[in-house]
C-alpha cells in the first residue's frame, strides 16, 4: 500500500483532486513547489498523515476545518501560498506536531492560544502574514523549540520572556511588527542562541546587561528602528570584537543617536529609518 507520495518540484498544474482522500494508508504526501492552484481539499483530513508538504504553490482559500483532524501530524508546510482566513484553535490538536510552518501567506486573526499545548514543536514559522494581538508567553515547556518566527505582522504588546529561558532555542525572529515594551531582562539566558531579530517594532528601554558568559554562540542581533536607549553592553562589543557577534544593527547613525554603540557592525540613522 502506498505510504508516501512525493512530486515535490515537479511542474505539476492543476487542482488537488478530492479523489486523495482515498489513498487511506498515505502517511506522507509531498507536493510543494509546484504550480498547484485551488484550495485544499477537505478529504485531506481523511488521511493518517504525519507529514504534509503543499508550499510554494497557487493554493488559496481558507484551511478546511478537516485538517485539524490530522492527529498524528509532527510535519506541516504550506507555506508561500495565498491561504488566508484565521488559524482554528482546534490547532491544539496537533499534539504531535514538531514542524509548523504557515509563513508568506495571507493569515489573519490572532495567535491562536491553543498553540501553547503543542510542547513538541522544534520549528514554528508564521512570519510574513495579517496576523494581530499578542502573544501569550505560553512557552514554558517547549523544551524542543528551536526557531520562532513571528516576524513580519501586526503583533503588539510585550516580548515574551520565557522563549529566552528554552534550552535549544537558536533563532528569534520578531521583527516587523509594533512589540512594544521593554527587552526581557533574561535575555542572555538563552545560551545557544544564534540570532535574534528584534528590528523595527517600538521597543523601548535599554539593552540589558549581559554577562561575559552569555549569548557566546550568537551571530546576529538586530535592534534598529525602535526606541532603545542608552549604551549597547560592553559584554556584547567583545564578542564582535571577537568575530564571534557577525552583524549588530542598532539606531547609533545620524546628528543625534538613539542609542550609543561604538561596536555596532551596521549603525541606523534613526531620523531616515523610523516609520513610526
Known sequence: ALREFDVTANQITGTIPSSIGMMGNLTQLFLGFNDLT?????EVGLLKLSSLSVFRNDLEGTLPGELWQLSA??????????FSGTISNLIGNFRALQELHFDDNRFSGSIPLLLGLLTNLVDVSLGRNQFAGTIRDSFSRFFALESVDFSNNQLTGAIPSRLFALPNIKSIRLESNSFDGTIPQNVGN???LEVLSLQE????GTVPPIGASQFQKLSELQL????????????????VAEAALEELSADCGGVAPRIDCPCCTVCFDASLTSRR
Not at 517594532?201 to 523601548?204: A, D, E, K, L
Not at 553592553?233 to 567583545?238: Q, T, V, Y
Open 38 to 42: 485551488g484550495t485544499l481539499p477537505t
Open 73 to 82: 501530524i509532527k510535519r506541516i508546510n504550506i507555506s508561500g501560498c495565498s
Open 190 to 192: 538563552a545560551a545557544r
Open 201 to 204: 517594532n517600538t521597543i523601548s
Open 224 to 239: 534598529f528602528d525602535n526606541q532603545l536607549s542608552g549604551s549597547i553592553p560592553e559584554s556584547l562589543c567583545h564578542l
